[in-house]
């Protein structure tokens, strides 16, 4: 019997041996499994953070394309090109590529990564063209060694700009004295004004009777309107508290479009020059007024067709006018709108293209409507009655004096700090009913806009 009691005790330990031996590799392989899924977790959530990262990078490149101005016909290599020297100029220099560079050789735009914290955290942007008017971006995020990339297609539109919105958009203070009035045609809105000055806080200067049908807004976040008198904003008197309603500052900088007569210059082939008579009874059809000509033309004058002036020049119309057509000229340069003008001194009456005579002449040109007078680095000067300007008008500078009254059917743009001023009884109807397309002779700036159905993981 204690034989046999023995081996049962000889046995028991035995068993607890294995069962020992059994918890042991089960311990272990539940700690292998648990580093692993530990293991497993931690590279997912490198993954998620790389991703992260590229995601982060994404919309950091769609804040600076949204704010980059290309060419509208820019494309293929030449929109590659530009894009990168835009980028540059926004970027290099600043704190988040830390001393480096944007940078491209020839086919790929590289924005050298940038660093979201100190942990090895970031992105880099590479763009390349994918078609004649498209780029594709990729964006490569990281967290340490780990990287993942996404990709979004970029694609260049016809941009527009809200200068077209307004009846009158000036890059310099707005000054109305006397009785001078500016109205809307159709609706009040049509009389809506814009200083985008900054070299004076003033940016509305209103005397008088002075009124301004629509609301005045100003870029400068600073700017203020002085209102002295009887004057009027949006219908409501100075007096009246409710004004406020209609004075908007601090709007922000407003891209103005830029000029470019080319398209109506081809058509001006008959010279006038200091040989040319243009005084009495006279009629001129597509003509180019040659450099330092100084003409003055008075008496009853016929003028068809475009009116191309060289620069330097100053150009008087001190009769009885009338044109059908569009008056463009040179670039006379900056802050020379004081020697290089266009004065209408007497009583003018103008009709747009659409309105010219079916002759082989004007060809193309009654294809072109929606402008009036493109003027760069000029200044124009209204002291008569100017009937209807049948479309945007743009010069250096502006000023309507004396009885200056008439219909502009466009916007008036304003393309320096200099003056726009309106004396007298001078008037001005702003008619929006054509719409605010971007006219011709206007070239406004393309934006890349993404194409969110093309976006990828890689």
Request: aromatic letters at 8%; proline letters at 4%.
């Amino acid at each position: 019997m204690a034989w046999h009691s023995q081996g049962r005790k000889g046995m028991a330990s035995i068993l607890a041996l294995i069962l020992l031996a059994l918890f042991a590799v089960l311990a272990i392989a539940c700690a292998q499994t648990f580093n692993a899924s530990l293991c497993q977790s931690r590279n997912r959530a490198l993954v998620d953070t790389a991703r992260l990262q590229a995601e982060s990078g994404l919309s950091f490149l769609i804040h600076h394309l949204n704010r980059v101005s290309l060419p509208g016909g820019a494309s293929g290599e030449d929109l590659l090109t530009v894009l990168a020297d835009r980028l540059g100029q926004r970027l290099n220099g600043s704190p988040n590529l830390a001393g480096s560079s944007v940078s491209y050789d020839g086919s790929v735009i590289t924005v050298p990564p940038i660093a979201t914290d100190p942990t090895g955290r970031g992105f880099t942007i590479f763009i390349r063209l994918a078609s004649a008017s498209t780029v594709a971006a990729c964006i490569t995020g990281r967290d340490g060694s780990v990287t993942r990339s996404i990709g979004l297609d970029f694609e260049l539109g016809t941009g527009r700009s809200v200068v077209f919105d307004y009846g009158v958009a000036s890059k310099s203070a707005i000054h109305l004295v006397g009785n001078s009035k500016i109205r809307g045609a159709n609706a009040p809105a049509e009389a809506n004004i814009l200083s985008a000055t900054y070299s004076t806080d003033q940016a509305f200067n209103m005397t008088g009777n002075a009124e301004i049908a629509g609301d005045i807004s100003a870029s400068n976040a600073d700017a203020y309107a002085s209102l002295t008198g009887n004057v009027k904003i949006g219908g409501v008197s100075a007096s009246n508290p409710a004004i406020i309603d209609h004075i908007h500052m601090g709007i922000g900088e407003v891209e103005f479009p830029e000029v470019d007569p080319s398209v109506y210059e081809p058509f001006a082939t008959n010279i006038v020059d200091s040989h040319t008579s243009t005084n009495g009874n006279k009629s001129f059809t597509n003509i180019r007024i040659a450099a330092g000509t100084n003409p003055t033309f008075s008496g009853n004058i016929t003028i068809t067709g475009v009116l191309f002036i060289e620069a330097p020049n100053s150009v008087t119309f001190a009769g009885n006018l009338n044109f059908t057509g569009v008056i463009v000229t040179q670039d006379a340069g900056d802050n020379v709108y004081d020697t290089n003008t266009i004065k209408f001194t007497g009583n003018s009456n103008f009709r747009p293209v659409e309105e010219l005579p079916d002759q082989p002449q004007f060809t193309g040109l009654k294809a072109l409507p929606g402008s009036f007078l493109l003027a760069p680095g000029f200044g124009v000067h209204f002291s008569g009655n100017f009937g209807t300007l049948g479309g945007t008008i743009a010069a250096d500078a502006f000023t309507w004096v004396g009885n200056a009254n008439g219909v502009v059917k466009g916007t008036v743009i304003n393309y320096s700090d200099s003056t726009f001023s309106m004396t007298g009884n001078s008037n001005i109807t702003i008619d929006k009913s054509a719409g605010n397309d971007t006219p011709p002779g206007f070239v406004v700036p393309g934006k890349l806009t993404a194409n969110m159905e093309s976006y990828v993981e890689y």
